[in-house]
Nanobody
Framework: QVQLVESGGGLVQAGGSLRLSCAAS????????MGWFRQAPGKVREFVGG????????RYLESVKGRFTISRDNAKKTVYLQMNSLKPEDTDAYYC??????????????????WGQGTQVTVSS
């Protein structure tokens, strides 16, 4: 069992940056791959980025490549999403998730076993 708590969301102007953090509880964080998803009301939860348990592999949604960076610190049991050059279309609630398959960077939300409560990111034009 793992609990996830996101932080770092907020209101930012277009072109600005935010760094989201997701702190995990439990002893097995370093065995889980992690993902960031986003979701607008009434829409399907969308994969943003994923990272394997070791941090050796990452994957991104095409539209965020070159702007967003996912990373993790297993000693701190935390995964990060650095978001630069933000656009109004990046406005969403952002969720982190844990996958017990530590080698996965799955883009499908159904593959993830644990979820945080979400943090809102709003980008103004």
């Amino acid at each position: 069992q793992v609990q996830l708590v996101e932080s770092g969301g907020g209101l930012v102007q277009a072109g600005g940056s935010l760094r989201l953090s997701c702190a995990a509880s439990g002893q097995t964080f370093n065995k889980y791959s992690m993902g960031w998803f986003r979701q607008a009301p009434g829409k399907v939860r969308e994969f943003v980025g994923g990272i394997t348990a070791s941090g050796s592999m990452v994957r991104y949604l095409e539209s965020v490549k070159g702007r967003f960076t996912i990373s993790r610190d297993n000693a701190k049991k935390t995964v990060y999403l650095q978001m630069n050059s933000l656009k109004p279309e990046d406005t969403d609630a952002y969720y982190c998730a844990a996958n017990t398959d530590g080698y996965s960077t799955s883009m499908w939300f159904g593959d993830y076993d644990y979820w945080g409560q979400g943090t809102q990111v709003t980008v103004s034009s």
